[in-house]
């Protein structure tokens, strides 16, 4: 038999379709709009004040300029595109910003589980050794943690791009609402399950590890206020770690439903996959700065100050 050359296409760009089941796109991409100015002014707005008060350069407050950091661009990295579907109708996105796109989506998500696994520590550290606090965790001993936890989160990044770039594309569609790992991997001309598996392996690995440091610390945090005789500093406590848990469970409890109950057999509908992952990544991104805002006296004080002043003049 002669030989026969299959030529693989060249895609050059591809069209969203995620979107297209959903009736009202309007006022869909309206609330997605808002919710995303919204969140963006908080972020911006909790890193301005904690960089303009000096009072503020500590260990506690470097990490939630990080953690701020980690939600704009968690954020940023598919709302745009969405509300473009939504609102122009714009549903094309080019190779290489579609692959950069995941990227980004990725890698917030990832930073996300360590910011919050490292502010669990910070906490822990100093309920358990506030006189010892300043001496193990200082400034620079944070800046430096920070750096470190982005240089992993982009290592396991640059191994789930590993296995997606030298794949051969059949697709020019993508089936959900932005670009992302499992959307990129069914564009290709290969069997996604051998992909998904993996990469929702080490999801799990990754969830499941830093979920568990989050409750260990948690637990001996909770010993350690026990302890307290004061009734006040108790209290004190008990309210800064609940601020710490609306924050773990905004980001957990989509990300464990997804994926969990996937390995499990539960089969969700697209809508219900979307929206979970749009609850993961906007949920955690738009509470994270209020929480931070308004359960953190000294941001709290800042910022009714600024609005007392601005009022006054």
């Known amino acids: 038999m002669p030989s ?35 969140t963006m002014f908080a972020n911006t707005a909790n890193i301005c004040f904690i960089a303009m008060d000096k009072r503020l350069h500590q260990p506690m407050y470097i990490f939630i300029c990080n953690l701020a950091l980690v939600d704009m661009l968690y954020s940023s990295s598919a709302c745009p595109t969405m509300i473009g579907i939504l609102l122009a109708g714009y549903k094309t996105i080019s190779f290489i910003p579609c692959i950069l796109q995941m990227c980004a989506f990725h890698l917030g998500g990832f930073m996300e589980m360590f910011a919050i696994g490292v502010m669990a520590l910070d906490r822990l550290i100093a309920i358990s050794n506030p006189l010892r606090y300043p001496v193990i965790l200082n400034c620079t001993r944070t800046v430096l943690i920070s750096v470190l936890l982005w240089l992993v989160a982009g290592s396991v990044l640059l191994f789930a791009l590993a296995t997606v770039l030298p794949l051969p594309f059949c697709s020019s569609t993508i089936q959900y609402i932005f670009c992302e790992y499992a959307s990129v991997i069914r564009a290709t001309c290969v069997d996604p399950n051998p992909y998904f598996n993996m990469i929702s392996s080490l999801l799990f690995v990754l969830l499941f590890g830093m979920f568990s440091f989050i409750c260990l610390s948690y637990i001996r945090i909770i010993v350690a206020v026990m302890k307290m005789t004061l009734k006040s500093n108790k209290k004190k406590m008990f309210n800064t770690c609940l601020s710490h848990l609306i924050v773990i469970t905004c980001f957990y409890v989509p990300m464990f439903v997804r994926v969990i109950l996937t390995r499990l057999g539960v089969v969700l509908t697209t809508d219900e996959r979307h929206g979970l992952m749009v609850g993961a990544m906007l949920g955690s991104s738009l509470v994270n700065p209020f929480i931070y805002c308004f359960r953190t006296k000294e ?13 006054s003049e």
């Open 4 to 38: 026969q050359n299959v030529s693989t296409p060249i895609i050059s760009e591809f069209v969203i379709l995620g979107f297209d089941t959903v009736e009202y796109k309007l006022v869909t991409g309206v609330v997605l709009l808002l919710i995303y100015i919204l």
């Open 299 to 311: 941001i709290r004080n800042k910022i009714f100050r600024f609005f007392s002043k601005v009022a």
